[in-house]
């Protein structure tokens, strides 16, 4: 997913990965570099950057080069997105959480139902769904009414 959001740092991930396979072939890493530059996708937004500072591309992969520092970057972004998505989740789960605490005492409220009922007729529903479901409520007549608009 972050890869595809992010085509640069796919590329990016793509080339390195392709450096360890030539290294891994029994290629130096001068090399491995330069077949990498050239086997990179023609469409690949990052092969224009790499060929025309393919000098300084070589050097950087002699000198700077450090395969557990690539994997750590990744590793700490990986990380990043994966905090990143799950407060995402954990919002949606808090979202979720209060609109079915208000439809089960607004039906309470309304209609005297029962809240557990309540809660397994609605457990399973988006917050979206939930959203409409808030103002369908105010529409029913009674909780059997209700319950056939779901």
């Known amino acids: ?40 996708p023609d469409d690949s937004p990052l092969k224009p950057f790499l060929l025309k500072n393919r ?7 002699l000198y700077e080069y450090d395969e557990k520092k690539t994997q750590e970057i990744l590793k700490r972004q990986y990380m990043r997105e994966g905090e990143k998505q799950g407060r995402k989740e954990g919002r949606e789960e808090e979202g979720l959480k209060r609109q079915l605490a208000y439809l089960r005492d607004v039906l309470k409220f309304r209609f005297s ?18 959203d409409a479901l808030s103002a369908v409520v105010f529409e029913c007549a009674s909780f059997e009414d209700f319950r056939e608009r779901l």
């Open 1 to 40: 997913e972050l890869f595809a959001a992010c085509r640069p740092l796919g590329d990016y991930s793509y080339f390195i990965h392709l450096i360890n396979e030539y290294l891994k072939q029994g290629l130096e890493i001068e090399e491995a570099t330069s077949r990498a530059v050239d086997d990179m």
């Open 113 to 130: 139902a029962d809240p557990d009922e309540t809660t397994a007729l609605l457990r399973e529903k988006s917050l979206e769904e939930l």
């Open 55 to 61: 000098a300084e591309v070589m050097k950087a992969s």
